[in-house]
């Protein structure tokens, strides 16, 4: 659905640069992909599917279908909220049992700095830890996670890397720090999402860590608890006994969404030259528009990147405005 209704921004912002430089002529905004109403005016029957349904989905929809449970039988992780005092000796702790169970745990962040700075201190205090970041190519990722399910190292760190599709059951442990901090990195969709990876595990367990539960948190847990309970009342009324998912490493397909792989736009346009203010203001408009359309498609990872450049360009904005 984002993407039904950024179509035609995206469009029509790309064109309009080059219409505004001459490289097109002003007809060429003619021939565009559709509005987000003028789609819908075009739809008699429409089925939306989606693990994470959104505002829209939710409120138009005139019937809703729900397929929550598992033939396994393995019901959603408890989650526990905890404070930020002492939480990275805390996290130190938990990763320990959990290795010592032979399981594997995830650690989510908010930022590439205090990703990388957690590695470290991992490293540092004799835990096999791996950090997951934007610049690893996709086979290169690909084969980070097939290690970390074949026991090479015990944890996975990294800012986006627990979307959907990223299917692990080995993982028994996920935690997500800075779950208090308000924006679509944690969101109650990217929680939803990120409370999913701990779910292929019957040992499955969600640790957030934050000193106050924020509406998208009450959210998250409400609705976990909501479908842990559809699956309990399930497995006793059919004597089912929750059972992990038994999936072979070379069976792993659909390991993680492929991200775009083009080269930062901030590096790219590093080497470009601004003619002026204006030209450099109206670069920023546009990246803010794909940083928002980014965040509406669920790609956080790529929205958070955007943000930064988008912050780095505003300081080169005052910086040639006070040299002007």
Do not use: C, W
Not at 7 to 16: A, E, F, N, T
Not at 119 to 136: A, F
């Amino acid at each position: 659905i984002p993407q039904i209704g950024g179509m035609y921004m995206g469009d029509r912002s790309r064109k309009q640069t080059l219409v505004d430089y001459g490289f097109r002529l002003p007809s060429a905004i003619d021939n565009r992909p559709l509005k987000f109403d003028e789609f819908m005016e075009r739809m008699n029957q429409l089925v939306l599917v989606s693990a994470t349904p959104g505002e829209f989905e939710r409120t138009e929809s005139n019937r809703v279908v729900e397929q929550i449970v598992r033939p396994t039988g393995i019901v959603d992780p408890e989650i526990e909220v905890r404070p930020t005092a002492n939480q990275i000796d805390d996290l130190m702790n938990e990763i320990r049992a959990t290795t010592d169970q032979g399981e594997r745990t995830l650690v989510t962040t908010l930022t590439k700095k205090m990703a990388e700075d957690l590695t470290n201190y991992l490293i540092e205090h004799g835990v096999k830890v791996r950090y997951l970041h934007s610049d690893i190519d996709t086979l290169e990722r690909i084969q980070i996670i097939r290690e970390l399910r074949l026991g090479e190292y015990d944890v996975l760190v990294g800012v986006n890397l627990l979307r959907e599709g990223l299917d692990m059951p080995e993982v028994s442990l996920v935690a997500i720090l800075d779950a208090d901090k308000e924006g679509f990195l944690r969101g109650e969709t990217s929680l939803i999402q990120t409370i999913g990876r701990a779910a292929r595990n019957t040992a499955g367990r969600v640790l957030m860590y934050g000193d106050k539960e924020t509406e998208a948190m009450r959210s998250a847990i409400s609705e976990t608890d909501r479908r842990r309970a559809i699956q309990v009342a399930y497995n006793e009324r059919h004597q089912i006994t929750p059972t992990t998912i038994v999936k072979g490493v070379a069976e792993e397909g659909n390991l993680l969404a492929i991200e775009d792989k083009a080269p930062s736009r901030r590096r790219r346009r590093q080497e470009d030259e601004f003619d002026g203010p204006d030209e450099l203001e109206k670069t920023i408009v546009q990246m803010e528009e794909e940083m928002h359309e980014a965040a509406e498609d669920l790609r956080f990872e790529q929205a958070a990147r955007l943000r930064d450049e988008v912050r780095e360009l505003r300081r080169d904005l005052e910086a040639m405005k006070a040299g002007a």
